[in-house]
């Protein structure tokens, strides 16, 4: 079965600094990753997706992610957070052959300090 | 603008009574996902379809949940009788699975439903 674990439920930077979400994954079988972003009372936006091409992935509003095979990790980064960058993010993780239902790992909310 | 739509995005109701929530997947999309956000649990898969046929519904309480497609541009998903615990944020996604190729999923906005 595929899991995700989201490191650090709340996360807090000042506007301008690094932003680092980390994301561990499990699966049995090659892995469709996924970081989806939700601000407060709407859906989810879709900010990248890794699927078995280039390990650097770059995604919407500044955003990348790297995928490591061999730490299990999919962990997102921006060199420079914004205040606009406040809101929960998730990682999310599917089979690139079977079901394509996500597994979503717990969020991580993003506080930017002034 | 292609979007996935759901109605109603708020809704207040008393323990069993029936609730009823709609989706709008995207033109051409042929994936359907049901998903129910709670703060305890998260985001879980409560059910989909692909081309209006469903493929998995183990994440859904079987005795009071239903989900079906109607048709190509409709998804529901009943709750009868509704209790308490049912409260939750339940959204809706959509995506295109052609081949072996599987694409991101399309979120809606969400249905609010509170349960008293």
């Known amino acids: 079965a595929q899991s995700v674990t989201q490191l650090g439920s709340h996360v807090s930077v000042s506007e301008g600094a690094l932003v680092l979400l980390r994301c561990n994954y499990s699966s049995s079988v090659p892995p469709y990753l996924f970081w989806y972003v939700q601000y407060p009372n709407q859906g989810l936006q879709l900010l990248l997706k890794?699927?078995?091409?280039?390990?650097l992935v770059k995604g919407i509003n500044g955003f990348e992610a790297e995928f490591k095979k061999s730490e299990t990790s999919f962990h997102l980064t921006k060199p420079s957070a914004h205040m606009s960058d406040a809101a929960e993010y998730f990682c999310a993780v599917t089979e690139i052959q079977g079901a394509q239902k996500l597994v979503f790992g717990q969020g991580t909310r993003l506080t930017i300090n002034p | 603008d292609a979007r996935v739509t759901q109605t109603p995005r708020h809704k207040v109701t008393e323990m069993g009574q029936e609730v009823t929530m709609r989706c709008q997947p995207i033109?051409?999309?042929?994936?359907v996902f049901w998903y129910r956000q709670t703060m305890m649990q998260g985001l879980e898969l409560l059910a989909y379809f692909r081309n209006r046929a469903p493929l998995d519904d183990s994440g859904m309480p079987k005795d009071r949940f239903s989900a079906e497609m109607p048709d190509a541009t409709l998804a529901t998903l009943k709750i009868q009788p509704s209790e308490p615990r049912d409260s939750a944020v339940y959204f809706c996604?959509?995506?295109?699975?052609?081949?072996?190729?599987?694409?991101?999923?399309?979120f809606g906005p969400g249905t609010r439903l509170t349960v008293l």
């Open positions: 033109l051409g999309h042929n994936t």
């Open positions: 890794y699927t078995s091409a280039a390990t």
């Open positions: 996604a959509s995506g295109l699975q052609s081949g072996g190729a599987r694409n991101e999923q399309f």
